[in-house]
């Protein structure tokens, strides 16, 4: 048996095994959706134990329609991180994004708000096109459109108090119109999510869960 022979036995041998090997991949796929599909129904199906305290504020006059249309993000002309994505949430919509970890699901958060600019497709906001705003006018819709990051401790400066950092969004929205009605509105606010006022004069690292 010569080099040819070996070779030509080799790629024989290979029609054989290469669709074991893809069988046996595509088993494993299989079974790690189906245990992730479980994990998803059991969440589902579980009954929250968060209940709100006695006389919590109620949500009232929720605004702001959302309508994603065949928007696709990518950085610096790469490979998209997602395209074609389309959605649509009415006031007082929950929508849950899932998918496996770097998918994107974060990315289309920064991009809805613009934090991170949309390589194509449009985003609609109660009727208008925010893409297409100026930096003045997204100020104002910030004032209706926040995230929430998934570390809560990263988007806290932990020099400033907590009622500095309750007050930081207030004074740069320019919602109040002195200091005296800016500290009004930070204990109100601290009193409806129902905050200790121990917690007032607080630093990040101080406050116990």
Known sequence: MDYRDLVTFSLYIATFVNPMRKLANFSELFANGFAGLNRFVEIMRTQPTVQDKPGAA??????????????????????????GLSLTAQPGDIIGVTGPVACGKSTLGRVLLRLLEATSGEVY?????????????????????????????SSLNPRMSVS?????????????????????????????????????????HELDG
């Open 58 to 83: 109620g949500l009232t006059n929720v605004q702001g329609h959302i309508q994603v249309e065949d928007v696709s993000f990518a950085y610096d002309g790469g490979k998209p991180v997602f395209a």
């Open 125 to 153: 906001f109660k009727g208008e096109n925010i893409l297409k705003y100026n930096k003045k006018q997204m100020h104002k819709i910030y004032m209706s459109m926040q995230m929430i990051f998934q570390d809560p401790y």
């Open 164 to 204: 500095e950092l309750i007050a930081d969004p207030i004074v740069t929205c320019r919602t109040t119109t002195s200091e005296k009605e800016t500290m009004e509105r930070v204990t109100e606010l601290i009193h409806t999510v129902g905050l200790d006022e121990r917690f007032v004069n607080s630093y990040p």
